[in-house]
Nanobody
Framework: QVNLLESGGGSVQPGGSLTLSCVAS????????MGWFRRAPGKEREGVGS????????YLRDSMKGRFTISHDKAKTTISLHIASLKPEDTAMYYCAATGASCSDPYNYWGQGTQVTVSS
């Protein structure tokens, strides 16, 4: 079992930035990939990007490139998502997920989410 705890969300004005963090605990030694997803009000959940913990590679959805940055720590238990130049359309619940398989496979573990609200 892997537990995921997100933090760093909040209310931000357009143009601001935020860094979200997700800490994994429990049986993390089998974690191969951790990722970020978001669900905006009235919309389906969408993937933001992921971090292949073994290959030391990160992936971002094409629409997220440029303003979103994903990183993870050397212990491979914390993944971060930095969002720059925030827009109102970035308002969403952001979720962290982890899997013992590849980043292209379904995620086994999910956090409770952290809310990001962008408004003036």
């Amino acid at each position: 079992q892997v537990n995921l705890l997100e933090s760093g969300g909040g209310s931000v004005q357009p143009g601001g930035s935020l860094t979200l963090s997700c800490v994994a605990s429990g049986n993390t030694r089998h974690n191969k990939c951790m990722g970020w997803f978001r669900r905006a009000p009235g919309k389906e959940r969408e993937g933001v990007g992921s971090s292949d913990l073994d290959a030391e590679r990160t992936y971002l959805r094409d629409s997220m490139k440029g303003r979103f940055t994903i990183s993870h720590d050397k212990a491979k238990t914390t993944i971060s998502l930095h969002i720059a130049s925030l827009k109102p359309e970035d308002t969403a619940m952001y979720y962290c997920a982890a899997t013992g398989a590849s980043c292209s496979d379904p995620y086994n573990y999910w956090g409770q989410g952290t809310q990001v609200t962008v408004s003036s």
